[in-house]
């Protein structure tokens, strides 16, 4: 009862606050994601125009009731949660809805019962955020949860005619070796952030329409595609929207990817399921959702009995992708150790 008094307190506090800005001229757009109109609106025309540059796909015109609406603005974080509580990430959760606070992003909360989602940030948080266009990624996790859906990082792709799902740590070659797939030919869904359905057979459906890359790797692997944002060190989001993205894939296994010294790429069968709770584990972490143990079981549940696999990537796209290509043709699911010299 006492954590729903304070949710109720933050939803009502949130909702006089923006009332009594002049939020009637705020920009705003629709999205349909997975059947669903968002009404996503902002306290600036700047940051309406970057949000909408990674989601040219999904931008609708319409007209009615939406089915969830986000508000993103700035706001003084610490009319909504003390100082002692801005000293580290923290999250609560129940049946009327969620927060999430973190030092590199600031509020971001949802209720469950109107459906309306709130991003609160200011200077001080905005100041560490390497790329604001995916600030939604949060509000999209707690807006997933409304719909049976989940929320993950990582690459989704299909390959001779199999599903399969990218996951791993920041940097280990997921979105290089997705898109490198994409320019062969093969449907990408994602190299970054996707969604998944709770119920039925497992698929994976996207969300944005750019991706991300650095410097090195676009030159790499030779992409030509307009950049929309780049940072100090290259990292770069790229404008993908001109790419026929499939509405859905069916997923057929999982690829664990890490990096290797060695100068060939490995697939590697784990003996246990602990790569599967790491990568479900990161992603809760990285989503905002700090503590919440029966999302992490949810999440566990719903992946488990999918193959799961160890994929070593070295630093030959080539090599990568032919380990990858040969392992889908031949159907090496019982393999426990795969390379390309045996394959």
């Avoid at 008094?5 to 994601?33: C, G, H, M, Q, S």
């Avoid at 490198?180 to 359905?197: E, P, Y």
């Avoid at 060190?233 to 859905?248: F, P, Q």
Wanted: proline share 2%; aromatic share 12%.
């Amino acid at each position: 009862m006492e954590n729903k008094n304070k949710l109720n307190a933050f939803f009502e506090r949130i909702e006089n606050r923006i009332t009594k800005r002049d939020n009637e001229k705020w920009p705003f757009f629709y999205v349909n994601i997975c059947g669903k109109i968002i009404k996503i609106r902002f306290d600036s025309e700047e940051k309406a125009e970057k949000v909408k540059s990674t989601l040219k796909t999904k931008i609708v015109q319409f007209e009615g009731k939406e089915d969830a609406f986000f508000e993103c603005l700035d706001d003084n974080v610490s009319e909504y949660i003390n100082e002692k509580q801005m000293n580290k990430n923290h999250y609560m959760r129940d049946e009327c809805g969620c927060i999430s606070f973190s030092l590199n992003v600031g509020i971001v909360a949802t209720n469950f019962q109107t459906k309306k989602s709130y991003y609160i940030t200011e200077n001080k948080f905005r100041k560490n955020l390497v790329f604001f266009p995916y600030l939604l990624i949060k509000m999209f996790a707690q807006w997933a949860l409304t719909e049976n859906l989940l929320y993950m990082h990582g690459a989704a792709i299909r390959a001779y005619e199999k599903g399969i799902l990218l996951v791993g740590e920041g940097k280990t070659g997921k979105s290089t070796l997705s898109v490198s797939c994409m320019l062969d030919g093969m449907d990408l869904i994602a190299d970054d952030f996707f969604l998944v359905n709770k119920i039925g057979k497992l698929k994976a459906m996207p969300i944005y329409s750019a991706i991300i890359l650095n410097k090195d790797t676009r030159e790499n692997i030779g992409i030509n595609k307009k950049v929309i944002f780049e940072d100090d060190e290259g990292r770069a989001i790229l404008d993908n929207s001109d790419y026929d993205y499939l509405n859905e894939i069916d997923i057929d296994m999982i690829l664990v990817t890490s990096l290797t010294n060695e100068d060939e790429p490995k697939i590697l069968k784990p003996k246990t399921n602990y790569q599967l709770i790491k990568f479900i584990k990161n992603i809760e972490n990285l989503l905002g959702f700090f503590g919440d143990m029966d999302l992490l079981k949810e999440m566990i549940n719903r992946f488990f009995g999918i193959p799961i696999y160890e994929l070593q990537l070295c630093k030959d796209t080539e090599k990568n992708k032919k380990i990858l290509y040969d392992f889908i043709k031949r159907g090496k699911k019982n393999e426990n150790i795969c390379s390309n010299s045996n394959l």
